[in-house]
């Protein structure tokens, strides 16, 4: 067998089927309900499978226009560096670790319409805590009041 390795060696105090995947002996369904779980000093003990599941969250940002943006978007204007305008969207999903995109839906700061703003552009998205995120534009020239985009939160 090139390229794997075989344990000969292993001492086990509890129950292993290695047949479906490691799972533990209580989880008579064949899923792996638990999952083996190191904690940082040696010990490895059985825990609950944390949920794998990924929501994302869509919100219409009217640009520094809080009645025409949806629930969940405010803006600061302040001259604090880079995060002059910024938009704090909250997207409540308990994870600083998101996915963000945005469109631009009439062309404010792209070359046309309907194009991801952060895939060309110095646009800045910050996790602030684990239900919000903060939007600002990198640039001398930021979008002005009105201008309208589409955000997706994956997380």
């Not at 040696?42 to 869509?58: E, H, I, L, N, Q």
Request: net charge negative; hydrophobic share 30%; glycine share 8%.
């Amino acid at each position: 067998m090139a390229g794997k390795k075989i344990l000969t060696d292993l001492e086990v105090k509890g129950y292993i089927d290695i047949d479906g995947g490691i799972k533990d002996k209580n989880d008579s369904t064949g899923n792996a309900s638990h999952v083996l779980h190191a904690d940082g000093t040696g010990r490895v003990y059985w825990t609950t499978a944390p949920s794998a599941s990924v929501t994302k969250v869509s919100k219409y940002v009217a640009w520094n226009t809080p009645s025409a943006s949806d629930a969940g978007v405010t803006f600061q204007n302040t001259s604090a560096g880079d995060e002059t305008n910024t938009c704090t969207i909250t997207h409540n999903l308990s994870t600083y670790n998101v996915i963000v995109s945005v469109i631009d839906n009439y062309g404010h700061v792209t070359d046309n319409g309907n194009e991801f703003v952060d895939l060309n552009y110095d646009l800045i998205s910050v996790p602030a805590t684990n239900n919000t995120i903060k939007l600002y534009f990198k640039t001398t020239a930021p979008p002005t009041s009105g201008e309208s985009f589409n955000v997706t939160i994956i997380g």
